[in-house]
């Protein structure tokens, strides 16, 4: 897709570990909905759900290693190129 461009940088921006808890995150989403439904019920969600994004947020500086290895991409949330013509 790049072949006709110079100095084509290809990277990854947010690495498996992040991919990985997006998706816990969002599995806990749907099981403890956020919205809809009571307001006490919701809001208790919030709390279960905000609580445990918090205490596994430290978790994506394993990309910071994670990123280095050669397969990281295929796990990778966000890629990103850079290229000049």
Same mark, same amino acid.
């Given at each position: 897709? *790049?072949?006709?461009? @110079? #100095?084509?940088?290809?990277? $990854?921006?947010?690495?498996?570990?992040v991919?990985?808890?997006? *998706? &816990?995150?969002?599995? &806990?989403?749907?099981?403890?909905?956020? +919205?809809?439904?009571? %307001?006490?019920?919701? #809001?208790?969600?919030?709390?279960?759900?905000?609580? $445990?994004? %918090?205490? $596994?947020?430290?978790?994506?500086y394993?990309d910071? %290693?994670l #990123?280095?290895?050669p397969?990281?991409?295929?796990?990778? #949330? +966000?890629?990103?190129? &850079? @290229?000049?013509?």
């Open positions: 897709m *790049f072949a006709g461009f @110079a #100095n084509v940088e290809i990277g $990854i921006r947010t690495g498996p570990t991919t990985m808890l997006t *998706f &816990l995150i969002y599995y &806990l989403k749907l099981i403890m909905p956020v +919205h809809g439904g009571s %307001w006490i019920r919701g #809001n208790l969600n919030r709390v279960v759900v905000g609580g $445990i994004c %918090w205490m $596994i947020a430290p978790l994506k394993l910071v %290693w #990123n280095r290895l397969n990281a991409y295929v796990l990778a #949330n +966000h890629l990103y190129v &850079l @290229a000049r013509r």
